[in-house]
């Protein structure tokens, strides 16, 4: 398994971006947090990521600075879903009050022929703790 941070700085950081990183094993990716923004985007094309490659994401906790990038990823996954450029379904797993945040900011934010697919083939599921998902 590889681990690439794509993100070393806390909320406040100006130098680097905020906290995140990327597990990788045999061409499966899951993505750990978000960053704050949408330079995740950047972040995960200077390691080499095609974030169109990522079907798995983990956010672990509700700070900004863990959390927007999740948004602009939701944004282009289903913007790209319903081009028909993004292939298969995604998942984003974390405890049922960020799945309700992320589904109520991607209602509010995103057009409806885009949030639509949320739910569809942009799957939010709950994980408690002790469980235990294979990917």
Known sequence: MKLTMLGT??????ECYNTCFMLEDNNNYLMVDGGGGSAILHQLKHANYDWMDIRHIFVSHKHVDHLLGIIW????ICQFMNHGEYKGDAYIYSHKEI???IRSIAG???PKKESRLIDDRLHLVEVKD???RIL
């Open 130 to 132: 002790g469980e235990i």
């Open 9 to 14: 700085g806390n909320a406040l950081s100006t």
């Open 108 to 110: 509010e934010l995103l």
């Open 99 to 101: 799945l309700n945040l």
């Open 73 to 76: 990823m939701v944004r282009m």
